[in-house]
């Protein structure tokens, strides 16, 4: 399998039309476009692994651990974007008009919103089967709800009944999302996409009890592999916690596949360790973890050695950044007070882990736009036409000082560790370090 990565500027970010696309491949393309314009601002890094199954038919099945961001990165992350199946109740949100215009998810009624007639569901199913016999793709979430829960959810059985009254053959092809910390605003994002899941000998009969239930359980287990879930224990909590331990870059934008497969590597053995075994790991993470929020550095620049090369290749970017920073973040801090009260607000509820960003998410949209607008009012009341034109290259700058501010916040951590390199509290730790990488020998190859 080939990796693949997004980057946001150029051609990546826009793919090109050609104006003689089928309609339906005009859809996808400017949803993939939306969604990666809303990708590149919420996330640091948008990350892909994986070979995507080419055209036609394809229904994509993908774990939903974040709210309405999931497809958000799964739109973005594919150079198709597919429709996807959203519960019914959306449409009743006025703030999602917009985005239910664009991205034109496929409606479903769910016995958990109230009473569902058989008519519903038909319609349903019809919509897709339609996009199927169209060649297009869609993608559903089987769990049928966002958790912020260790395991999946037991998977609702939608999608296998889809496939198998399909009226053409479709590929059903798994996708993982993985996030470095989900709910929190310029972190990273990962759609790791799986083989295609066979069923071809479950065709032929339609949709009965047991081949539904045969497909649903193959779906599930083609989807664990791909993600951070497995079973809601102490073990895989603790897998997690030593997986960011050996994180080989900031939390922010870290390589989420690598820490994909440490953790489901260490959580399979921390299981078979005894109790004893796994609270003295526990114990040593804990202290760990407390050494290195005291002295303020990441785990990936533990030992690292910040050789006369590493430096000059990265003092003529701080130069220039040192030299932008004071114009940039001057105006940046214009848009500073609204960005604090989304998260203030958005702090004074009391909301599970898998919405959290989606209502930050949502509250931007509305805040911001506000925000500029009346900044280009006042501005324009202030000082006419010359006003409105600053408010708007204002914002235009605000908007660019973003990715700075973080690279400016990495040259500060990164003098912070060159200061301390030599630090001998921190020698206990690099030899943690490399205590944990002899108990599991398995992680030194991956190891930063």
Avoid at 398 to 424: C, S, T
Wanted: net charge positive.
């Amino acid at each position: 399998m080939r990796a693949r990565g997004l980057r946001y500027h150029g051609a990546a970010l826009i793919p090109p039309v050609d104006p003689t696309t089928p309609p339906a491949k005009r859809a996808s393309t400017l949803r993939t476009r939306f969604a990666r314009g809303m990708a590149a601002l919420w996330f640091r890094s948008l990350q892909v692994r994986g070979e995507p199954p080419g055209d036609g038919p394809t229904l994509w099945v993908l774990n939903h651990p974040n709210g309405l961001l999931d497809g958000v990165v799964a739109s973005a992350a594919l150079d198709d974007a597919p429709r996807f199946v959203g519960k019914a109740t959306l449409w009743k949100v006025l703030v999602l008009k917009p985005l239910l215009a664009v991205f034109d998810p496929i409606p479903v009624h769910r016995r958990a919103d109230g009473d569902v007639g058989p008519e519903a569901t038909m319609r349903t199913f019809a919509a897709v089967h339609e996009v199927f016999a169209a060649g297009g793709s869609v993608a559903i979430f089987p769990e049928g709800i966002s958790h912020g829960h260790r395991d999946l959810a037991p998977l609702k059985t939608g999608a296998a009944r889809m496939l198998l009254s399909a009226p053409c053959p479709v590929r059903l092809v798994p996708a993982g999302l993985v996030y470095g910390q989900r709910e929190t605003f310029r972190h990273s994002a990962l759609l790791r996409i799986g083989a295609p899941i066979d069923y071809d000998d479950l065709r032929g009969e339609g949709p009965t009890p047991q081949r539904v239930e045969a497909l649903t359980r193959r779906i599930r287990e083609a989807l664990l592999p791909l993600t951070l879930h497995g079973p809601d224990d102490a073990a895989g909590r603790l897998a997690e916690r030593l997986g960011w331990l050996l994180a080989e870059g900031p939390r922010e934008r870290a390589g989420l596949e690598p820490l994909r497969a440490r953790v489901r590597l260490l959580a399979e053995r921390l299981r078979a360790c005894d109790d004893s075994v796994r609270h003295e790991i526990e114990a040593r993470v804990d202290a760990a973890t407390q050494a290195l929020e005291r002295s303020g550095l990441r785990p990936d620049q533990l030992g690292f050695h910040y050789s006369s090369d590493v430096v000059a290749g990265w003092l003529p970017g701080f130069l220039a950044r040192l030299a932008l920073a004071p114009i940039v973040f001057s105006v940046g801090l214009l848009y500073w007070p609204v960005y604090r009260l989304t998260g203030w607000l958005i702090g004074r509820l009391t909301l599970d882990l898998d919405v959290q960003a989606t209502y930050k998410f949502l509250l931007g949209l509305v805040l911001f736009p506000v925000w500029m607008i009346a900044s280009v009012v006042l501005a324009g009341a202030l000082a006419g036409a010359l006003g409105v034109l600053a408010a708007i290259v204002g914002a235009i700058v605000a908007f660019a000082a973003m990715p700075l501010a973080e690279r400016v916040a990495e040259d500060v951590q990164a003098i912070r560790g060159f200061l301390r390199r030599d630090d001998a509290g921190l020698r206990v730790l690099v030899e943690e370090r490399e205590a944990l990488l002899e108990a599991f020998p398995e992680l030194r190859a991956a190891a930063p």
